[in-house]
């Protein structure tokens, strides 16, 4: 059996976070758009939390995710 150190799994972890966190702003690109009937503010908003999930105090462990606006 393979042992992994703690620091290996954090960053593992992590790794694991931030492709979730990047596959939500994939699926949101529309919504920047100059043509999309959205509210640019709380697309905006929501985007800019997505990417500030790193700086969260407990991350990777304890991820507070943001609430995408209504489409």
Do not use: G
């Not at 059996?1 to 949101?28: G, P, T, Y």
């Not at 709380?42 to 997505?50: D, T």
């Amino acid at each position: 059996m393979l042992k992994v150190n703690k620091d290996k799994q954090v960053q593992i972890l992590a790794a694991e976070v931030r492709a979730n966190r990047d596959s939500k702003l994939d699926d949101c690109d529309w919504a920047m758009m100059p043509d999309a009937p959205t509210d640019k503010v709380a697309w905006s908003v929501y985007r800019q939390e997505l990417r500030d999930i790193p700086d969260q105090p407990d991350f990777p462990h304890k991820v507070l995710w943001p609430v995408k606006p209504a489409a």
